[in-house]
Structure formats: structure tokens, C-alpha cells
């Protein structure tokens, strides 16, 4: 039998006004209530909207702030799927004063030379950072062969992008450069860098005395590691600390415990931005493809390797010109590459 309404057990009457609706809004409580709800509502949603405009603004304004080159050669024959970048670290003393060239044993130089060259591939395969020795043997357009780096000085960076065009069979869709003074100062804006260090080196010429294990680099260390020669493998051992380090420091630059802290994040964009270099068709959000794509290494799911060398004269390498065709071939068909054309 129905209770009727009012009877012991069945409660208060409720108001029709007051009940949830099945969405889950709530739309019950007094009208000053909801008043309040809604402003808060609506202040919030200003927030978002300042917050996005702010992080828009400061986008463009690091943008327009990169220096720009013409790198990229205006009739290339390359082709190849994916995208690839040329990472170039440069020996560029702009914007250290005579007192950080002291400290950190970069000399006094005139003129700028690639201390360090990479390329960076990625694609459907997923990532793969390829370092490029410096002294590798290769045909220079219009200059006979020699080392790669020395393109550089040959003809600035269209000229080494040619040369790295023609001795890889890639394409190469974008162009970074990092001088001395913004590796510092990236490296120093999130605080520093984590890394283990397999056997203590000292070297005078590059600033660096370190011992051995895990430990926090800053960034004028950080240079001397990532310069320094004085080991047993020289330039083999060199190139692998770059791609390591590079990795552990986009690692780091794109963790969300950088990303949303204004104290690192903006100091980091400004120090990049302020020296690096890239072509004049890149903007910010191809600096941003190529952290998310370095990420992918860093994390372990992408490729970390060396051209393949077959054989030395003097100080000049010589590539493994079948294993190299594997590798760069893969890449270029945006394929994982195997192993076996792993090198040195």
C-alpha cells in the first residue's frame, strides 16, 4: 500500500527546483548561492584566457628574438620521408665576456667553427640521433674533399648543409645552431643537468676536472664534458657524451616540472632563443618538433648511434660506406635502421 505523503519515514518534501539534474550540474541552493558559483565561473575562465594570451606573447616574442640564416640551399636534390634536423654546436664566443672565456677555457678565438654536429631524425620509425665525427673525410661541393667541419668554414651553414645533403643522400628539413653562451646558459636555466660519469677526467685545455659518478653538471662543467677530448677514445668518446648529454638535457628542458615553472621555464626559452641560430623558414614551433623528438630519445624509445667509420688516414675518418648506406637508406625511406649499421 502506498505511503502517503507527510507519513513517518518518508521525509521532507523536495522542492522540484532543488533536485540534480542527471548531467550532474548542480543547480540547487539559494540564488545568492548560484550568483557566486557563476562569478567564480566566470573569473576563472578570464584567467584561462590572460594565462593563454600571455604564453601566446611570449611565443612571438621568442620567436621574432631567434637569429635566422639562410641554411637551407634553395634547389636541393635530396629527398627522403620523415624530418630531419641538423643539429650544429658551434664554437661561437657571442655574448661571453673576456671574464667567461676564462672561466670557462673557451679561449679567445676569432671566428666560428662546428665543435659538434648531429642529425636528428624522426618520423613513423620513431627518433634517431646520429652524430656526425667532425673530422670525417667527405666531398665538399666545389671544394674537393675534406673534413666535414671544415665546410663550415668554407661557406657557413648552406655550405655544411650541402655537404651533410650529399655524403647522407637525407634531406635536411631544418637548421639549429647553439653557440658556446647559450649551451651554458640552457643548462644552467633548469638547474643544472644529472649525469653519471663513467671514469673521472682532467683536462685543462677545456676547463674540466670531474670525478667519476653520478652527479649534477652545471653549465660551464657541462661544456668542458661535452668538449673535452682527453680520453682513450677521443673523438668516439666525445661524440657519444654529446648525444647523451644533449638528450638529458631536453630530457629535463621538456619535463613538466620544467615546463610549468616560470622560474626555469622563461630563463631557458631566453637563453636559447637570445643565441641560437636557425634557418630563416623555422620558427619556434620547429624548435618544439625537435625537443619533442629528442624526448623520444632521451626516454629510451629512439636511437642513439654514430656514422659507421670504416678506417683512418692521420686525423682524417674515413666512413664504412656500406654500413653508412644502411643506415642513412632506412632513414631515408623513414625506416628503423639496423644494427648492424650502428657504428663507429
Excluded at 611570449?58 to 634547389?75: H, I, T
Excluded at 624522426?122 to 674533399?145: A, E, F, Q
Excluded at 674540466?208 to 677514445?233: K, P
Excluded at 692521420?314 to 632506412?330: E, H, M
Aim: proline share 6%; aromatic share 6%; net charge negative.
Amino acid at each position: 500500500m502506498p505511503r502517503p505523503a507527510g507519513a513517518a519515514g518518508a521525509g521532507p518534501p523536495v522542492h522540484p527546483a532543488s533536485r540534480a539534474p542527471r548531467d550532474g550540474r548542480v543547480t540547487s541552493g539559494p540564488p545568492s548561492l548560484r550568483r557566486v558559483g557563476r562569478a567564480l565561473r566566470g573569473r576563472w575562465q578570464v584567467v584561462l584566457v590572460l594565462l593563454l594570451v600571455v604564453l601566446v606573447g611570449f611565443g612571438v616574442y621568442l620567436d621574432q628574438n631567434m637569429s635566422r640564416v639562410e641554411a637551407l640551399p634553395a634547389s636541393s636534390e635530396a629527398t627522403s620521408d620523415g624530418t630531419n634536423y641538423l643539429i650544429v654546436g658551434s664554437d661561437s664566443r657571442d655574448g661571453l665576456t673576456a671574464e667567461d672565456e676564462e672561466r670557462l677555457a673557451t679561449g679567445d678565438a676569432a671566428g666560428q667553427r662546428t665543435d659538434t654536429m648531429m642529425l636528428l631524425h624522426t618520423g613513423s620509425s620513431g627518433s634517431v640521433l646520429v652524430s656526425i665525427p667532425r673530422d670525417s673525410y667527405v666531398p665538399i661541393p666545389g671544394k674537393g674533399s675534406n673534413k666535414i667541419n671544415a665546410a663550415f668554414a668554407f661557406g657557413g651553414p648552406q655550405l655544411l648543409v650541402e655537404t651533410v645533403e650529399g655524403a647522407t643522400g637525407l634531406r635536411i628539413d631544418h637548421y639549429v645552431e647553439v653557440g658556446f653562451g647559450g649551451f651554458v646558459g640552457a643548462v644552467d636555466a633548469v638547474g643544472g643537468v644529472d649525469m653519471c660519469i663513467p671514469q673521472a677526467i682532467e683536462d685543462p685545455k677545456a676547463g674540466l676536472n670531474i670525478s667519476e659518478g653520478c652527479q649534477e653538471l652545471d653549465g660551464g662543467t657541462a661544456l668542458g664534458y661535452v668538449r673535452t677530448r682527453a680520453t682513450a677514445g677521443s673523438d668516439f668518446d666525445r661524440v657519444q657524451r654529446q648525444r647523451e648529454f644533449l638528450s638529458a638535457l631536453l630530457g629535463k628542458a621538456t619535463s613538466p616540472l620544467t615546463l610549468i615553472n616560470p622560474f626555469r621555464m622563461v630563463p631557458l626559452a631566453s637563453a636559447v632563443t637570445d643565441t641560437i641560430t636557425v634557418d630563416d623558414s623555422d620558427h619556434i614551433w620547429h624548435l618544439a618538433g625537435l625537443a619533442w623528438g629528442m624526448r623520444g630519445v632521451s626516454g629510451g624509445d629512439g636511437v642513439q648511434t654514430t656514422v659507421p667509420i670504416g678506417g683512418s688516414s692521420g686525423s682524417n675518418l674515413r666512413w664504412d660506406k656500406d654500413r653508412a648506406q644502411q643506415l642513412f637508406g632506412a632513414l631515408q625511406q623513414d625506416q628503423a635502421p639496423p644494427e648492424e649499421s650502428f657504428g663507429p
